[in-house]
Every structure is written in structure tokens, then in C-alpha cells.
T-cell receptor, first 110, second 111 residues
Framework: GQQVQQSPASLVLQEGENAELQCNFSTSLNSMQWFYQRPGGSLVSLFYNPSGTKHSGRLTSTTVIKERRSSLHISSSQTTDSGTYLCALEPGANTGKLTFGHGTILRVHP | EAAVTQSPRNKVAVTGGKVTLSCNQTNNHNNMYWYRQDTGHGLRLIHYSYGAGSTEKGDIPDGYKASRPSQENFSLILELATPSQTSVYFC??????????FGPGTRLTVL
């Protein structure tokens, strides 16, 4: 089965609403990274967060290893937040090799 | 300044032809990676490298070769391109288990 599961697969918000994106994994974890991707664009790193909670502006990432999950919280969403959010983990082998989830497609309407 | 660059950005190739995708990084990272991204499959690792002269097979290496002639450069080579290799290819650099940084991507179409 897939090692990294992201939910929801897609999400539609009205501007100003909050969003919670989930990433669940079935393997051990050496590192966790969240990316943002616009259609046709590259991957922009949002967080490198192997454990605990990190903040960046309106974004918060929380990784709880013992529960095998990581989340990305977006507060006060804006239309410019629309795009795909990907989580990727490195299984516990210290190789740097990332396994990606299939992503959450977010659309924020004005 | 973009730290990971890729060339070409777009490429159309013919079946059976040879294709070389190039990646350059100015992060001075030891590790470099090649991924492909396809609808329904997400991003998958093709080859990676731990430093100049080293290449390792990733999860889907069949039909691809890699070359790391220097710290800065990492190439992906399709000796005999096939339509199934039509995809978007991303190069990334990183240090150990730490954050990876991605290039802008190369859109490859094999006719």
C-alpha cells in the first residue's frame, strides 16, 4: 500500500476560511517536508519539519511521529494560496530519498 | 539567484532518440536527485547521487541513466526515449536528510 497518504484529495474554500491538510504515513520517519506547487510550476519548500510544530506567517506545520501524521494548517486563506500541497517523507534510513504523497489540491474562491 | 537550474525547460524528442536533461546547483550540496511527476503517480525518484562520480538507482530507474561529473552538475540520460517517458522531470539538491530544493522542471514530450 501507499506509504504516504494525503487528505483531503481536494478542498474548496472561500477566502478567509481556514484549512487543515493531513499527511499520514505507514513507515518510520527520518524527515518530513511540505511543498507548494502551482499548476505547471516547481515545488516550493514550505516546511522542513521532522517533528514538532513550526510556524511561517499564516502557515503552521505539526508533525507527531508516534501518531504517524503531519499536518499543514492554513489560516485566513487567500486566493493566492490556491495550488497543490505535497508532503514528502524520508523513511528512517538517512538516505535523503523522499517519498511523496499525491497531494491536496486547494482552491480558494474570492 | 535560482540555486537549482535545469535545461532545457521544454523538450520534444522522437521515439528511439537520445535525450539528456541537465541540472546545475549552486547550493554546494552533496546530494542531488532526479524525479518525474505524472498525474496519478505523483513524484517518483529515478536516480540520485551522493557526490561527484556517484550515482544510485532510485525507485524507477529502468530506461534512465545518470551522470554526476561534478559537485554542481547532475544529468539524466534517456538513451532510447519512449513515449512512456513523456513527463515533467524535476531535479533537486539537498544535504543528508535535510531540506531539499527543487529546480523549475523540464517538460519532456516523446513522440
Amino acid at each position: 500500500g501507499q506509504q504516504v497518504q494525503q487528505s483531503p484529495a481536494s478542498l474548496v474554500l472561500q477566502e478567509g476560511e481556514n484549512a487543515e491538510l493531513q499527511c499520514n504515513f505507514s513507515t518510520s520517519l527520518n524527515s518530513m517536508q511540505w511543498f507548494y506547487q502551482r499548476p505547471g510550476g516547481s515545488l516550493v519548500s514550505l516546511f522542513y519539519n521532522p517533528s514538532g510544530t513550526k510556524h511561517s506567517g499564516r502557515l503552521t506545520s505539526t508533525t507527531v511521529i508516534k501518531e504517524r501524521r503531519s499536518s499543514l494548517h492554513i489560516s485566513s486563506s487567500q486566493t493566492t494560496d490556491s495550488g497543490t500541497y505535497l508532503c514528502a517523507l524520508e523513511p528512517g534510513a538517512n538516505t535523503g530519498k523522499l517519498t511523496f504523497g499525491h497531494g491536496t489540491i486547494l482552491r480558494v474562491h474570492p | 539567484e535560482a540555486a537549482v537550474t535545469q535545461s532545457p525547460r521544454n523538450k520534444v524528442a522522437v521515439t528511439g532518440g537520445k535525450v539528456t536533461l541537465s541540472c546545475n546547483q549552486t547550493n554546494n550540496h552533496n546530494n542531488m536527485y532526479w524525479y518525474r511527476q505524472d498525474t496519478g503517480h505523483g513524484l517518483r525518484l529515478i536516480h540520485y547521487s551522493y557526490g561527484a562520480g556517484s550515482t544510485e538507482k532510485g525507485d524507477i530507474p529502468d530506461g534512465y541513466k545518470a551522470s554526476r561529473p561534478s559537485q554542481e552538475n547532475f544529468s539524466l540520460i534517456l538513451e532510447l526515449a519512449t513515449p512512456s517517458q513523456t513527463s515533467v522531470y524535476f531535479c533537486a539538491s539537498g544535504e543528508g536528510s535535510y531540506e531539499q530544493y527543487f529546480g523549475p522542471g523540464t517538460r519532456l514530450t516523446v513522440l
